[in-house]
């Protein structure tokens, strides 16, 4: 059996996903499914079981599992409660470790491109103690993934028991289909598709920084099922251990992200630029973009989807059909 906590959210139920067209119907989701409809995302999947969070820990005893796939999280980058957080996102995280490692149990779990703050010290993913200690998270978030990192190299560093195997992978922007639920934190092409569908303006962030054009704020914008290729890869290579980075290499602009999805329409480009909220303004990153060599060398050659494929394949299976969920 294989557990995929966060498994009802966006990536985790992607994952599901992969794991049943593998032919794995011994999937077991831990997540919350609330009143917003993310039950949605399972509805065409077959599991063996949902596990609320706060019985996570007791349903695990005495089971005998192939790995944990940790996706579950707060993963708002606005979150505030840092009580809430740090308990689900850092000490939950850290029972599970203990966990795995006790019980011998792979685990790969999310980490976040977040975790690099506003990038002065660079993408690379360098795991060691040292090169993560410099790293500066902008928010509650992402100082909740760089915990768990921290904690996890610092016992790899002193050669502390860890599970057979462990990864953390640092996703960069991801985006594709299930991600509806996630409301303020979906993609900017989930949150503005119907404005481009409609032909209504589609409004983008104004720079507010000198030698950056108002649209031209940069991401490493990756699509869901790279992702997925990722976690299925490494589940098939149990010698790989690590934290990795998670994106495409190529950094690309938000007008380039609309642009695409107007260009799978065939339809005439309308954006106009707005004011960035002030409450933002400090903590926005400009650019981001992944260091790739770590994943590479240890091994994985699926490679990317480029950005208008990507975005031509979400827009056409999914956004504009009448079934949106995977």
Known sequence: MLLVTGGAGFIGSNVVAALNDAGRADVAVCDVLGHDGKWKNLAKRQLADVVPPGELMAWLQGRRLDAIIHMGAISETTATDGDLVIETNFRLSMRLLDWCTAN????????????????????????????LKQLRPMNLY????????????????????????????????????????????????????????????????KSHRAGIADGDQRRDFIYVDDVVRVMIWLLATPSVSGIFNVGTGHARSFRDLILSAYAALGAKPNIEYIDMPESIRGSYQYFTESEGERLRGAGYNGGFTALEDAVAHYVKGFLDAEDRFR
């Open 104 to 131: 011998h149990v792979p685990l790969i779990y999310a980490s976040s491109a977040s975790t690099y703050g506003d990038g002065e010290q660079g993408f690379k993913d360098d795991q060691s103690v040292a090169a």
């Open 142 to 205: 992402g100082w909740s993934k760089h915990l768990f990192d921290l904690a996890v190299a610092e016992r790899a560093a002193r050669g502390e028991r860890l599970p057979p195997q462990w990864a953390g992978l640092k996703f960069f922007n991801v985006f594709g289909p299930n991600e509806y639920h996630k409301g303020s934190m979906m993609s900017v092409l989930a949150k503005r598709f119907d404005d481009v569908k409609s032909g209504r303006v589609v409004q983008l962030f």
